[in-house]
């Protein structure tokens, strides 16, 4: 199913969880936004995602990188997943980085 139109009705879904799919979608604010959409309001959204890596040195790699990288993987491994929540207004209830500050385990919703 397309991740940017659910076919799900509003508010199905107590906890929606996504991994590593960010960096994929053609418009990752659709997508959250659509996950907002099926979550309650109550409920949470888990997201496991990478991004830019919050080691300066690590990042400038990645955004020398990642025109390559999306053309031969469909992969933007430089998107910040954590300004992509708050461009859709999403509350984040916990964040934690991990792996060179790559990896974002997030915990966020409404």
């Not at 139109?5 to 799900?8: H, K």
């Not at 207004?89 to 934690?96: A, E, H, N």
């Not at 915990?107 to 409404?110: D, I, K, L, V």
């Given at each position: 199913?397309?991740a940017e139109?659910?076919?799900?009705p509003?508010?199905?879904?107590?906890?929606?969880?996504s991994?590593l799919?960010l960096c994929?979608?053609s418009?990752?604010?659709?997508a959250?936004n659509?996950?907002?959409?099926?979550c309650?309001?109550d409920?949470?959204i888990?997201?496991?995602?990478?991004?830019?890596?919050?080691?300066e040195?690590?990042?400038?790699?990645q955004?020398?990188?990642?025109?390559?990288?999306?053309?031969?993987?469909?992969?933007?491994?430089n998107r910040?997943?954590?300004?992509?929540?708050q461009?859709?207004?999403?509350?984040?209830?916990?964040?934690?980085r991990?792996?060179f500050?790559?990896?974002h385990l997030i915990?966020?919703?409404?």
């Open positions: 199913m397309d139109s659910l076919a799900f509003d508010r199905s879904f107590d906890t929606v969880v991994s799919t994929t979608f418009d990752p604010l659709a959250l659509e996950m907002a959409r099926v309650r309001k409920g949470r888990l997201l496991l995602e990478h991004g830019r890596s919050s080691h040195w690590l990042g400038r790699w955004d020398r990188k990642a025109k390559g990288h999306a053309e031969i993987l469909g992969c933007h491994w910040e997943p954590l300004n992509l929540i461009q859709v207004g999403l509350k984040v209830y916990s964040i934690r991990i792996f500050g790559i990896f915990e966020t919703g409404q």
